[in-house]
């Protein structure tokens, strides 16, 4: 088994920073793609941004610019620095990975989601 385990999130306020993190742990053999998640309430869960084990990077429109993506390959750990917080980045983040457990098998994980509350 896969877990992935968040940690990071919090209140803060407009215009404020926080760092998530996430470490994947468990039965694995590689990591490919990992990536955050985010689902604000009534609202659908939308990317955020993602990163390849190499190291490419994707955002989304509403982050570029505020949010920075990275791993650490040999952590199993992905990060989403987050600067220029405002009240609509406030949501449940969630992360994402794509997981080897070997050679021939693999599959998507979610860790169980981390609070991020932007407001005065």
């Known amino acids: 088994q896969v877990q992935l385990v968040e940690s990071g999130g919090g209140l803060v306020q407009p215009g404020g920073s926080l760092r998530l993190s996430c470490a994947a742990s468990?039965?694995?053999?590689?990591?490919?793609?990992m990536g955050w998640y985010r689902q604000a309430p009534g609202k659908q869960r939308e990317l955020v941004a993602t990163?390849?084990?190499?190291?490419?990077?994707y955002y989304a429109d509403s982050v570029k610019g505020r949010f920075t993506i990275s791993r650490d390959n040999a952590k199993n750990t992905v990060y989403l620095q987050m600067n220029a917080l405002n009240p609509e980045d406030t949501a449940v983040y969630y992360c994402?990975?794509?997981?080897?457990?070997?050679?021939?098998?693999?599959?998507?994980?979610w860790g169980q989601g981390t609070q991020v509350t932007v407001s005065s």
């Open positions: 990163i390849t084990r190499g190291g490419s990077m």
């Open positions: 994402n990975a794509d997981v080897a457990t070997s050679w021939f098998a693999n599959a998507f994980y």
């Open positions: 468990g039965s694995i053999f590689s990591i490919n793609d």
